[in-house]
């Protein structure tokens, strides 16, 4: 079983930055893949950026590319989001998931963080 804590959100101006950090527990997660999703209020759940187990591969939602950034540390066991250049749109809680096969939709991952806040002001 992988236990996951995201870590990182807060306020942040528009057009600053802010890096989430996504904590995980387990001997397996080193070969888990790596999900990053946003939900805002009202409105579903959706994919931000993934990560394959080596790290090697990188996927991120249209509305992110070029602005955020997905890592992994796997020394530390740990995951981040960078995020740059961020506007109001991006304000919602963020959750860190994983599971052994990477996807882009929240029904490919077993395993999940209790979610961080990032709240954007204009």
């Known amino acids: 079983q992988v236990q996951v804590v995201e870590s990182g959100g807060g306020l942040v101006q528009a057009g600053g930055s802010l890096r989430l950090s996504c904590a995980a527990s387990?001997?397996?997660?080193?070969?888990?893949?790596m999900g990053w999703f946003r939900q805002a209020p009202g409105k579903e759940r959706e994919f931000v950026a993934a990560i394959n187990w080596t790290g090697g591969s990188t996927y991120y939602a249209d509305s992110v590319k070029g602005r955020f950034t997905i890592s992994r540390d796997g020394t530390k066991n740990t995951v981040y989001l960078q995020m740059n250049k961020v506007q109001p749109e991006d304000t919602a809680v963020y959750y860190c998931?994983?599971?052994?096969?990477?996807?882009?939709?929240?029904?490919?991952?077993?395993?999940w963080g209790q979610g961080t806040q990032v709240t954007v002001s204009s």
């Open positions: 387990g001997r397996t997660f080193s070969r888990y893949a």
């Open positions: 998931a994983a599971d052994r096969v990477l996807g882009r939709s929240p029904d490919d991952y077993g395993y």
